[in-house]
């Protein structure tokens, strides 16, 4: 996703003076929240269902800022703008909802960097800068009027910390699974703001944390924002079908789009990477299944319990 300065040519006064307007009034509905986003960060989340089984990045946003939903699970392709989608959403909460706080914990601690430097690269942009109190550490932003945005490390005593309302975990398939059922136990609810729990991730790692909270999403409560490649693709618009390489995946659904990904670049990954890379890191279908022994072993065909009971009388 492509980002500007969203004070280019404006006043530096007037843009203040909107952003408190918003902070004090509040944000009526999703598609002002969009508009919003769109003016003041410079990004146009992609809106329009691509794929009927999946749900456009602009659907987990909203859902999340107006606590819609709490704990969630976006399951996406690789390069589709999930952690930025987490900072985003991190950003907004601190804006918008006094006293919020978030941690945020990666599957390694660059991963929560690169979450984290997003929001700090906005918070040092003019109109935003008064709403950070005092200075932006490596670590940790404080806001004015209370409310904090913290990166954890993957340890157990920071997992054991203090109990904010928000916790954000950022490609679960490279966490420890001690480290990830720690975290579980940290949200919250206080000050009227809801605690959740939301994981953004690629699943390519086959019977991997990933795939095991996919799969028991219902049972444990977590609503699934699924988008691939196709959700955030850029609209295909003069290209020939009959010849595309992307024909077979596609089918058409490109031509609905209106998101970021460049059409070329889609094209370059499929012909490099291999059948299960592409499946898993791009079409979100299943996890990859390079490096198993056994590439055709399903745990759902080839597991069975109790296959020779014991005889109590034997």
Known sequence: METFNPGAGWDARELRRL????RNEGIGDKEELLDFVEAFWGLRIPRARVCPEHTPPAEYLTAAFFEEVQNCVCWASRGSGKTLNGALATWLDAVF???CETKILGGSFEQSQKMYSHI???????PFTHLVKGEMLKTLTRMQGGGSIQILTASSKSVRGPHPMKVRLDEIDEMHPEIYEAALFVPQT??????????????????GLMHRVITDAAENGYRIFKWCIFDVMEKCE?????????WEDCGGKAKNADGFFKIEDAITKKRLASKAAWDAEALCL????????????????????DPFPLDPGA
């Open 19 to 22: 952003i408190e307007h918003y």
């Open 97 to 99: 909802k006094p006293g």
């Open 120 to 126: 700090k690269e906005r918070f040092a942009t003019p």
């Open 190 to 207: 206080a000050k009227g703001i809801k605690a959740a729990i939301q994981i953004y991730s690629t699943m390519h790692k086959s019977y």
């Open 238 to 246: 003069g290209r020939d079908c009959a010849i595309c390489p992307l």
């Open 286 to 305: 299943m996890p990859s299944q390079e490096g198993l022994i056994y590439k055709e072993f399903d745990i759902s065909v080839h597991v069975v319990s």
